[in-house]
Every structure is written in structure tokens, then in C-alpha cells.
């Protein structure tokens, strides 16, 4: 178990700019996880997949955001024109799908917008 | 839909006091519970949860929460705290089928020599 692995860990990008940042999940680990964090602030959900399947979206999620898990592993989350509030971390979290089994966390990425 | 509030934002405190870090919770269905920790520089870590059963749950470093259906409340207790002990700490609430957790805003607890 190498734990939630999340790339780049630092990102600084013009407003304007499209970035992609991926989070290779624990391997038997089906489920997989995108939140947000600003400073101060508790984790807030953005997306979760199943295998390849995105079965929701939150309503936090603008239409310059999309995610991917093409073939069930790892994910990328693209924010495309960014904005200077879209600045925060953004986390990866994968769990296996039986019952409760809890979310393991990686270290995320954090965003800056200049 | 879940929600989650932890009513302090900072706790300060002195080492081997007592703490507690309060946690109240939302839904209209039965739920997990669940407490994370956030040391600084670090990722989220679970620090225990409720499922079913016991309402009592402890961690391996002496904390412990109560699940209060009545209170709907999830309380984390620790009866001495060590300057370790300083971190984020974060409630969170998932429906009873597992999925997204939904977090609340998340406790700084500063233990000071």
C-alpha cells in the first residue's frame, strides 16, 4: 500500500491558464475521490467515481472543471480559464466500495491563480 | 442531504488537559461518523469512526468519540492532551451506504506547554 498519490504537490498559473493535476489512487481501491480545501475551510466534495464511472458531480463544480478516470485507476481533475478563486488545495481521496470503508487521503495539490 | 457543524473553530489548551471538540450533525437518514486529522504539512488521516454498534469508539493514540443519536452530536474527547496533539481535527458524515463524506469546517486544536 503506497497510499493516494497526488502530482504536481504546487501549481502558480496566470489567470486565464488551464491546468490538469492527477491522483493515482491506492490500486485496489475502486472508488475514487476530488475535494477542495481553501484556508480555513473543511474539505468540500467535488466529484467521485466509481471504477470509470463519475456517478456525481457537485453543483460547486462550474463547467471549466471536468474529470476524468479513464480506465479506473488514476484520475486527472482539468480546470480550464482559471480564476484567482479557484486557489486551494485540491485533494484526492480513493476507499474501496464495500460499506464504510474510509476515505484514504493524499497529500494535494495546491493551486495558486496570479 | 447531510451537513455537518463543529461549533469551535479553535480550541487552545495546555498539555495532559482535558479536550473536547464539539460536532453536531444533519440528516434526514442513518449515517457513519467520522473523525480526521489534519497535522500541518500533512494529509487528512482517520482518527476513528462510527459505524454501528457501540456508540463509544476510541483511537489507538486515546482519543475517543460518542455517537448521541438524540443529540444527533459525535463529540471527540480526549482526557490529556500532548503538544503531539496539535493538528486540524475535522468531523465528517457520510449516509449509511457509504460514499461521499461531507465535512465540516474543522477544529484547530493548539496544545501549548
Known amino acids: 500500500d503506497t497510499g493516494v498519490s497526488q502530482n504536481p504537490r504546487h501549481k502558480i498559473t496566470k489567470r486565464g491558464q488551464n491546468v490538469t493535476f492527477r491522483c493515482d489512487p491506492i490500486s485496489e481501491h475502486n472508488r475514487l475521490y476530488w475535494y477542495r480545501q481553501t484556508l480555513g475551510q473543511g474539505p468540500e466534495f467535488l466529484t467521485y467515481?466509481?471504477?470509470?464511472?463519475?456517478?456525481?458531480k457537485s453543483r460547486l463544480l462550474s463547467d471549466r472543471f471536468s474529470a476524468e478516470r479513464p480506465k479506473g485507476s488514476f484520475s486527472t481533475l482539468e480546470i480550464q480559464r482559471t480564476e484567482q478563486g479557484d486557489s486551494a488545495m485540491y485533494l484526492c481521496a480513493s476507499s474501496s466500495k464495500t460499506g464504510a470503508s474510509p476515505l484514504h487521503f493524499g497529500n494535494g495539490t495546491r493551486l495558486t491563480v496570479t | 442531504a447531510q451537513s455537518v457543524t463543529q461549533l469551535d473553530s479553535q480550541v487552545p489548551v495546555f498539555e495532559e488537559a482535558p479536550v473536547e471538540l464539539r460536532c453536531n450533525y444533519s440528516s434526514s437518514v442513518s449515517v457513519y461518523l467520522f473523525w480526521y486529522v489534519q497535522y500541518p504539512n500533512q494529509g487528512l488521516q482517520l482518527l476513528l469512526k462510527y459505524l454501528s454498534g457501540s456508540t463509544l469508539v476510541e483511537s489507538i493514540n486515546g482519543f475517543e468519540a460518542e455517537f448521541n443519536k438524540s443529540q444527533t452530536s459525535f463529540h471527540l474527547r480526549k482526557p490529556s492532551v500532548h503538544i503531539s496533539d496539535t493538528a486540524e481535527y475535522f468531523c465528517a458524515v457520510s449516509n449509511n451506504q457509504g460514499g461521499k463524506l461531507i465535512f465540516g469546517q474543522g477544529t484547530e486544536l493548539s496544545v501549548k506547554p
Open positions: 467515481f466509481q471504477n470509470e464511472a463519475q456517478l456525481e
